[in-house]
């Protein structure tokens, strides 16, 4: 019996005789997957003028030469340097209880260092104790969704035009999120229905608008007779021509959820945010955070804390400034260069730039072709809920000064 069972191990492959050696088990081979059947080209299929909730993820996984995406900072320019000497500095001083699981809201040296950085670059005076650490803007908006629907909001309205991606993360959560018209001014306040409003007072996302005095007092008349601000800080740091202007947080502490995040300092890869609430929502984002994930991971926020403690993020802010300041003085030139019937809307700030069209251009379908060219921007129309000029959203912090000449003569070699 026992040779009969040897034989059968033999024969299925499983054992093999090695003479004097004796006999050997053998490892089960691990067999090749068969080829997937090849994916059809998502370029053509990814531009609708509806586009789905995972049109971000599909659009950034599609290849091209010229990517003028918005909302992405100089990535080459992530310092590498500073990091790593800073993550060595807290490896060194870190006790073995420090791997351990953390509080919820994050560190307390972080928040510490964020409270501090807030009041240095916003004008917001907040105790270490009011911030929690988040997972970007985008989670942000997930926690408040679920906090304000807890307390009876299902509402908030949103900037029109304003950013796809956050009206979909409120989406998600089960708001619903009517429009609210920009100008030259910054949202026209007395059109707000709803009991809270999402906006981007310091740079308006995608107009550039910085909200002015008088919408301002307008906004805080509104707020003061009971409704809510979530103030998502969309690149308040990157402004040119004169220093930023104060978070609207700094000025209606309890009307105002806070939100901001070093995606669009350093990189958005690194998940990393903060939030800060009226203290009658405290508590309550705080628990959905914890149990959201328990909790945003501790080495990264040790090390972002030495950074901002360090002087070595303001540092990076003064390069990026900089460089991007060279890249959107290119881009405007290229597009007076090219396509001169443009009009540029948000130059004095930011990573990008609006530009609109008359209407006889479909902007989507400008955006398809340009893909296709290997050239990726934003049609504005995915960021509108309500009638406008068509449009294309234009990243140039990502790109050097000769990609964003080529992928701007492309764009007007495809005009109608």
């Known amino acids: 019996m026992v040779t009969e069972a040897y034989r059968r191990l033999i024969e299925d492959g499983q054992a093999a005789g090695r003479g004097r050696g004796g006999t050997v088990v053998l490892a089960a081979p691990v067999s090749a997957p068969p080829p997937a059947a090849a994916a059809p080209s998502p370029v053509g299929a990814v531009f609708t003028d509806d586009p789905g909730p995972g049109v971000f993820d599909s659009l950034r996984t599609i290849p091209a030469r010229v990517d003028l995406t918005p909302g992405v900072p100089d990535l080459a320019a992530f310092p590498r340097t500073a990091w790593l000497r800073a993550e060595r500095k807290v490896l060194d001083r870190l006790s073995p209880t420090a791997f351990g699981y953390g509080d919820p809201r994050g560190a307390p040296a972080f ?32 926690l408040l969704a679920q906090v304000l629907r807890h307390n009876g909001i299902s509402e908030v309205a949103v900037e029109d035009p304003g950013s796809l991606g956050a009206r979909r993360q409120l989406q998600g959560w089960g708001m619903t999120t009517p429009p609210v018209p920009v100008d030259g001014g910054g949202v026209v306040v007395d059109r707000v229905r709803a009991p809270a409003v999402l906006l981007t007072p310091a740079h308006q996302f995608p107009t550039g608008v910085v909200l002015d005095g008088r919408r301002r007092r307008e906004l805080m008349s509104w707020a003061e007779a009971g409704g809510l601000i979530v103030e998502d800080d969309y690149d308040a740091e990157h402004r040119y021509d004169q220093p930023p202007v104060p978070a609207l947080r700094s000025m209606l502490a309890e009307h105002v959820c806070y939100a ?92 990008h730039l609006m530009v609109t069209f008359g209407p006889e251009v479909s902007d989507v379908d400008l955006a398809a072709a340009a893909l296709s060219r290997g050239v990726k921007v934003q049609p504005l129309s995915w960021h509108r809920q309500l009638p406008g000029p068509p449009g294309l959203v234009l990243g140039y912090a990502a790109a050097s000064p000769g990609e964003i000449e080529t992928g701007i003569e492309a764009l007007a070699g495809l005009m109608p």
Do not use: C
């Open 111 to 142: 928040r510490d260092a964020v409270a501090n950085w807030l009041a240095r670059n916003r004008a917001i005076r907040v105790s270490p104790d009011e911030v929690v650490i988040v997972a970007g803007v985008a989670q942000a908006l997930g």
């Open 260 to 351: 901001g995040s070093v995606s669009k300092l350093l990189a958005p890869a690194l998940r990393v945010g903060w939030l800060v609430v009226p203290q009658r929502y405290f508590h309550e984002t705080v628990a959905a955070k914890r149990e959201a994930d328990l909790g945003n991971a501790v080495l990264p926020q040790l090390v972002l804390a030495e950074l901002m403690t360090s002087g070595e993020l303001e540092r990076q802010l003064r390069l990026l400034r900089r460089r991007h300041r060279r890249r959107r003085d290119a881009m405007i030139a290229a597009l007076r260069r090219y396509l001169p019937g443009a009009t540029v809307h948000g130059a004095a700030a930011g990573l």
